[in-house]
């Protein structure tokens, strides 16, 4: 896509197609950069029907992952696109994301006028896996709307946010208040910097690496099955395996959770800047519906990132007990009982203490005993002729001529 960029949806589209296919999926990263720099030059109406066009070319490229990123570009860029949300929610109930799709609609629905509400209903409604669902979503957008109406008037116009406005929601925020269910109207909470740890899962709140106080007492029973991996170097290796990945995972994880807040982090810099940059307060309601849907959104967007790493994080626990399961460690079995995980990770702790051991057990050098001089002086000397004797060392005396007068000296001829 060389040349004076075209702002015509179709022409974009068909020459990044053209593009990722002829060179083989070796320039897709710049077929994409392309587009979205299009994107940001486009006005409004040009960039929905680029967006649309975008996401269905990802789609037909069977970039999943990619479309959704697409989409969810799309809908916060332009919140107030019906188009936008209607295509983003019909491509969740495609891929069976149904749980995303109703929170899809929720969040469009807290956005897009009443006259829109409708359409948005009736995707879930024509989907036999969502529509008992409609109801009750109904219900808590009402709740939510009733808790909602009388907020604005309360913020005095004049006054200046904290400085921490700048950051998103709090995780504890965005995990108690879902978009499915009413906002309780607290103290907000923001991030002023990068969180340090994960967010808390608890749907999964441990896995089996997890540190645990020793402090847990296994039963004799256990204690007694654990006797025979003591040297169990397979058992080892494996436990080891696990640790690694876990961590692993739990880095990449936390660098993804430093992302999202950090981008939401700068959209609420950004935001405060151009709200109080002039200090008029003819757009003061303008103004407070714009924080209202970036808390909203910034909310939305932590607990979807909270729920599928809930989700992973339950699939990494299936595959730890499983695999230690198959090596026939005791209480190892495939369960999300906390009373059970809690000693399955009391388990673990044992298991590595004991390659702890056992791996310094292997590296201590073999060393020869020394001997005491002393010793040496009290042992019984020797005689000098088998000290000296150049055949004392082989055990075995030395030869000796037979005696005898040999030939000549009296000997027999």
Not at 71 to 100: D, I, M
Not at 274 to 283: D, L
Request: glycine share 4%; aromatic share 6%; net charge neutral.
């Amino acid at each position: 896509m060389s040349g004076t960029p075209t702002f015509e949806p179709e022409a974009v589209i068909s020459a990044a197609k053209h593009q990722i296919i002829s060179s083989n999926y070796k320039e897709v990263d710049q077929a994409r950069s392309t587009v979205f720099s299009i994107l940001e030059k486009c006005d409004e109406l040009t960039s929905i029907a680029l967006y649309l066009q975008f996401a269905d070319l990802e789609i037909e490229l069977r970039q999943f992952k990619q479309a959704t990123k697409v989409l969810e570009q799309a809908v916060v860029t332009r919140p107030l696109s019906l188009a936008l949300w209607k295509r983003y929610v019909g491509f969740c109930l495609e891929r069976q994301k149904h749980s995303n799709a109703k929170k899809l609609v929720v969040r469009a629905i807290e956005l897009l006028p009443t006259e829109n509400h409708a359409e948005l209903w009736g995707l879930l409604e024509q989907n036999e896996h969502t529509k008992g669902d409609v109801e009750v979503l109904k219900a808590q957008v009402a709740a939510g709307a009733t808790l909602l109406a009388p907020t604005p008037p309360v913020v005095a116009p004049a006054s200046a946010p904290p400085t921490s406005t700048a950051g998103a929601v709090a995780p504890a925020a965005a995990r108690s208040t879902p978009s499915i269910e009413p906002l309780e109207h607290k103290t907000a909470q923001y991030f002023d910097k990068l969180p340090l740890t994960l967010p808390v899962t608890p749907d999964c709140p441990h896995l089996l690496f997890d540190p645990i106080d020793s402090s847990v007492q296994l039963s004799s029973n256990v204690l007694y099955q654990l006797e025979d991996f003591t040297r169990n170097e397979r058992v080892f290796g494996e436990v080891l395996r696990l640790y690694e990945s876990q961590r692993q995972k739990e880095v990449d994880t936390l660098y993804r959770w430093q992302d999202l807040i950090a981008m939401q982090m700068k959209e609420g810099s950004e935001l405060y800047r151009r709200h109080h940059s002039s200090g008029a307060n003819s757009a003061e309601s303008e103004n407070l519906i714009q924080r209202h849907e970036f808390t909203l959104r910034a909310a939305s967007s932590q607990a979807q990132f909270i729920e599928i790493t809930a989700m992973d994080r339950s699939n990494q626990l299936v595959a730890q007990q499983r695999a230690l399961e198959a090596l026939r460690v005791p209480t190892m079995s495939v369960s999300k009982d906390p009373n059970l995980v809690t000693q399955q990770r009391r388990v673990i702790l044992w298991l590595l203490e004991a390659e702890r051991a056992w791996s310094q057990s292997q590296q201590q050098p073999r060393t020869r005993t020394a001997v005491d001089p002393r010793d040496l002086r009290r042992s019984s000397p020797r005689p000098a002729d088998e000290l000296f004797h150049p055949y004392a060392s082989r055990g075995r005396p030395p030869m000796q001529r037979p005696m005898g007068g040999g030939r000549g000296r009296g000997g027999r001829r």
